[in-house]
């Protein structure tokens, strides 16, 4: 999935001589707790609804203190150094580089222009989707061999049995030369599926809650 598909197009922003007071006013009336600072359709800072709640004053200071707000602007408290993605670029790339750099947006630019902005409610949003968890599934996880054509293997088996998978994950095991298939299956009693995995030899994670309800196994 692309940056593209998920990024919100029209965005709110500021510029560098607007105040902080503008800025806080922009943020709270939209709802949003970043702000690129463009100048020219350039993105040349960021400020973030924490960076305004520290720049601004306790309530119990003076008159003379609040003007803070009212006199500085934008440029002098925003960060400079802004960290951007591609519309082109995808979706997992933009989430690492959130992590690996510990924000909560990316503006995102082509040609140095801005042409939107994700933020980490997007990608947990795109994350539960691309997960299946937002539909009404079962999910069997399965241990196998990590070798060529065992994903294949279990595949086989989704299909004798007519099942469709919403979505399917692959993880590290912790044991060594092993993996984890993590399948979102379109049915909400996967005995049957979980049985044939277990005749061919593989290993199923059980959750004993989800089978309970289901009644135990046959």
């Known amino acids: ?57 306790s309530t119990l200071e003076t ?4 003007q803070i707000m009212l006199n500085t602007r934008v ?7 802004v960290h951007s993605c591609h519309p082109l670029d995808f979706v997992e790339d933009a989430a690492l580089l959130m992590y690996r750099h510990h924000i909560g947006c990316l503006p995102v630019c082509s040609g140095g ?36 054509g065992v994903l294949a293997d279990v595949s086989d088996l989704l299909r004798a049995r007519r099942i469709s998978a919403s979505t399917v994950l692959v993880f590290p095991s ?8 993590v399948f979102r299956l379109r049915t909400m009693d996967p005995r049957r599926f979980i049985h044939d995995i277990e005749t061919l030899g593989f290993s199923v994670v059980r959750h004993p809650s989800a089978l309970d309800e289901l009644g135990g196994e046959e």
Do not use: W, Y
């Not at 008159?63 to 609040?66: Q, S």
């Open 75 to 81: 440029e002098t408290i925003m960060v400079r150094d």
């Open 174 to 181: 912790k044991k060594e030369g092993f993996k984890t298939l």
């Open 113 to 148: 222009q801005l042409l939107g902005i994700i933020s980490e409610r997007d990608i947990l949003h795109t994350l539960v989707e691309m997960m299946g968890v937002h539909a009404q599934t079962s999910r069997v996880e399965v241990e196998v061999p990590d070798r060529p």
């Open 63 to 66: 008159e003379d203190r609040r």
């Open 1 to 57: 999935m692309l940056v593209e598909s998920i990024m919100i197009r029209d965005v709110v922003t500021c510029s560098p001589g607007d105040t902080l007071q503008q800025a806080k006013l922009i943020s709270r009336n939209h709802r949003i707790r970043h702000l690129p600072v463009v100048e020219a359709g350039r993105v040349v800072g960021l400020i973030s609804d924490r960076d305004l709640r520290d720049a601004a004053p």
